[in-house]
């Protein structure tokens, strides 16, 4: 269990006893690219996180090293300076101590031994459990506290110095996720509700298509949310009160649509209808609705393959095979895209026999080996023991 490793290295290697703080990764049910649009999403945190082990030192540097991927190590002197490094990583803390120098935050020195098993690249937000989960650990060894949308928000501007204009859905999934529950999540004031995502016969299971996507570097993301912010500027012209896409109907899209770029126009018709899926979703989900949940699923899948054109032939295929399949309820793409994995609402008593078709013919038709998780909804970043 990488909690007992995490641990028992920092105490083999610093003769301390670390706080050890889990941030875990998120799924999501709906509501995709709409965050940075004002817009509703409905993500849950997952057992499958990031443990930091950390304690406080004398000395003025903050040293992180971790040992799951390969051994690497960085130390950042308290005013953010560094040697070089190679990993990926590092640009996150980098960012985030930046960030926190600027703020005038009393960084204290700090031992920081980190792992996990969030699979990277796969759409389960490993980089937002990375940033929030070592936001929080720097809180707790310098003991001045943050508040967690204040954690929220450092880690998303650390995203962006990276390169991913994001929203907060992934933060805030990280930070205030409930066991058992899926987060409601109101982009626009940030308000949220909790909704329990437990239908009775069936099973959440995700498929790892094991294509890797990088948001960061790829721009295909950021290109989506100029899309956006275009289309806002047109409506803008006859409503000057309006502030996002959150605010724009399908009829003030049609009403700029002769003189606005059509795949601008293509782009913003789909948030638009995906934050209708969202309190779709939640009606279903109350009612107890599996076939509505699963129909749900799979318009916004091919709503994202089609409108947004956010998924790959993988994950297309992924779903499709699912549509052919009795017990399959329906299944989409999660995350930001181009790669990663999808989430599926399955039938308890048919659920191995699924999965084993869904694998055997991804492997047939694209010569890849999936793999699929069951998924467990946990609580957000925390202290454990
Ligand atoms: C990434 C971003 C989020 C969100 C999703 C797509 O995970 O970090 O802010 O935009 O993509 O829904």
């Known amino acids: 269990m990488v909690y007992k490793k995490v641990t028992s290295y920092f105490k083999e290697h610093y003769n301390s006893t670390p706080i050890v703080i889990k941030a875990p990764g998120r799924i999501n049910l709906i ?92 759409g389960l937000s490993s980089s937002a459990a990375l940033c929030c989960g070592f936001i929080y650990a720097i809180t707790k060894v310098s003991e001045k506290d943050l508040s967690r949308e204040k ?21 805030y999934a990280v930070l205030f996720g409930k066991k058992g529950n899926a987060l409601f999540l109101d982009c626009k004031d940030l308000s949220h509700q909790f909704i329990p ?115 790959t032939s993988e994950l297309d295929a992924l779903v499709k095979l699912g549509e052919g399949l009795e017990g399959v309820m329906g299944s989409r793409m999660m995350g930001g895209g181009f790669g990663g994995c999808t989430i599926n609402l399955i039938q308890t008593t048919r659920l191995e026999s699924s999965i084993s078709s869904i694998l055997e013919a991804y492997k047939n038709k694209t010569t890849i080996d999936a793999e699929y998780y069951h998924l467990a909804i946990d609580d957000g970043v925390k202290m454990v023991q």
Not at 155 to 161: F, G, N
Not at 290 to 311: C, D, F, P, R
Request: aromatic fraction near 8%; charge should be negative.
């Open 197 to 311: 995502i437990n239908l009775e016969g069936y099973s959440w299971v995700l498929i790892n298509s094991n294509i890797k996507h990088n948001l960061a570097v790829d721009s295909e993301y950021n290109k989506r949310r100029i899309s956006c912010e275009n289309i806002v500027r047109e409506v803008q012209q006859n409503k000057p009160e309006i502030n996002s896409l959150r605010d724009v109907t399908l009829k003030d899209v049609q009403n700029i649509t002769e003189h606005s770029d059509a795949i601008d126009i293509k782009r913003a018709k789909y948030v638009i209808e995906e934050n209708e899926r969202v309190l779709q979703m939640m009606k279903a989900l109350t009612k107890g609705d599996a076939e509505g949940v699963g129909n749900i699923l799979k318009e916004g899948h091919w709503a994202m393959s089609t409108q947004y054109e956010i998924t």
């Open 31 to 122: 509501g995709e690219h709409t965050d940075y649009n004002e817009g509703l999403v409905l993500p849950a945190s997952i057992e499958k996180g990031i443990y930091f082990a950390v304690s406080s030192t004398e000395i003025d540097s903050i040293c992180i090293e971790t040992f799951l991927t390969q051994p690497e190590k960085i130390e950042f002197k308290l005013n953010g300076k560094h040697e070089k490094y190679n990993c990926f990583w590092g640009n996150y803390f980098k960012a985030i101590i930046e960030i926190l120098v600027s703020e005038n935050y009393p960084l204290k020195g700090m031992n920081c031994v980190f792992g996990g098993d969030i699979p990277i690249g796969s």
């Open 151 to 171: 954690i929220a928000l450092i880690a998303q501007k650390a995203e962006h110095k990276i390169g991913l204009n994001c929203g907060l859905m992934d933060q």
